[in-house]
């Protein structure tokens, strides 16, 4: 096995923390979501539908997800009276997942508990620690997909 490079140790330092990071955000949003009887699957997909009526194909284009499974879970949202579905005018046959008042309503007590829990964490953490490591995280993230879009041009 090769020797790693600092670099190469520097930047694989941050994949353990990165994602025990990431499990604490899917922890925090699933329990916020489970208290209101989401799941943080419906939450997304209810809040792409309060953003703006879409199909389903643009909402899991939107998320990065495979339409199979946001037609699931949409189909779920709306057998849950968060939603319904109505005429695309740029489609016929891709209706368009809208919001109902009681979707509206969830997501706002939702969105509510969220805000509670992220003010809490953030009053404990200095604001510039905050957006340097988000500045951090983009820079890492844009070099990573020039370093994959160059190997992909390679090819």
Known sequence: MPTPSP?????SSLVLPVSELQAEFLYAADTVAERHGLTPARWQVLGAAIAQPQSV???????GLARQSVQRVADDVVAAGFAGWAPNPAHARAKLLVATDAGHAINDAVTE??????????SRLDPHD????????????????EYWDELEAQA
């Open 7 to 11: 670099a190469a140790r520097s930047l």
């Open 57 to 63: 194909a643009d909402i899991a284009r939107g998320l």
């Open 113 to 122: 508990d969220q805000l509670a829990w992220a003010d809490e964490v953030g």
């Open 130 to 145: 905050v957006a340097a490591l988000r500045g951090l995280l983009d820079r890492v993230t844009a070099v990573s997909r």
